[in-house]
């Protein structure tokens, strides 16, 4: 199995690759932070009701805001070094195992910052800084979700390994052995779902 070190450093790689940030989109951020930095509450507020207004999603309204995420989207605006905010990322993931905040409520509530910070923006700064603004952070949160989702991968992968036993290819083998069934239990759900409607 890769290293610790290594697997971190992967991630952080493919993630800072793929995401198409630009080197001056941290410091974008920070030249709005004295406005956007005042909108944490109200978007944690939006969060806290989004969460709690559904069944489906209510259990993770104090998982996920246990995290604070008002300070999180303040820390946004203030970023010196991306390598250390992606560290902070990976440290969130680490969090979001240890309460039970599934990478589904983390993916979908990337857009629904954005949404909502453009929205803000919109009405403070003006349309056209509004989507610049909404372009990087687009690009911060794609990058952040990114992290976050592969680290979360990582530790829930490395836990069961360390307290199994198992190796990671005995792993492999397993998750192969079991894929087919879980496809056609999934095809079968998605065609009673259907017959269903």
């Known amino acids: 199995m890769m290293s610790l070190h290594a697997e971190m450093e992967q991630i952080l790689e493919v993630a800072h690759t793929l995401s198409g940030l630009h080197a001056d989109d941290f410091e974008a951020l920070r ?7 005042a909108w944490a509450e109200e978007l944690e507020a939006q969060i806290r009701a989004l969460l709690g207004e559904h069944e489906a999603t209510r259990p993770y309204a104090e998982t996920y805001l246990a995290g ?20 902070r990322q990976m440290d969130i993931a680490v969090e979001h195992v240890r309460h039970g905040v599934p990478n589904e409520v983390v993916l979908a509530l990337a857009p629904r910052w954005v949404e909502w910070m453009t929205a803000k923006a919109a009405a403070t700064l003006g349309y056209e ?6 372009v990087v952070m687009t690009r911060v949160l794609n990058l952040a979700a990114v992290v976050m989702v592969a680290t979360y991968d990582m530790v829930i992968r490395r836990t069961f390994i360390r307290e199994t036993g198992f190796s990671e290819a005995l792993l492999k083998r397993l998750q192969t052995r079991t894929l087919q069934e879980i496809a ?5 759900e998605q065609t009673a779902a259907a017959a269903a409607a």
């Not at 030249?31 to 930095?37: F, L, M, S």
């Open 68 to 87: 604070k995420p008002a300070a999180w989207f303040r820390s946004l605006f203030e970023v010196q070094s991306e390598r250390e905010f992606l560290y």
């Open 184 to 188: 056609d239990q999934m095809q079968d």
């Open 31 to 37: 030249a709005v932070a004295d406005q956007a930095q």
């Open 129 to 134: 800084k509004a989507q610049e603004i909404a």
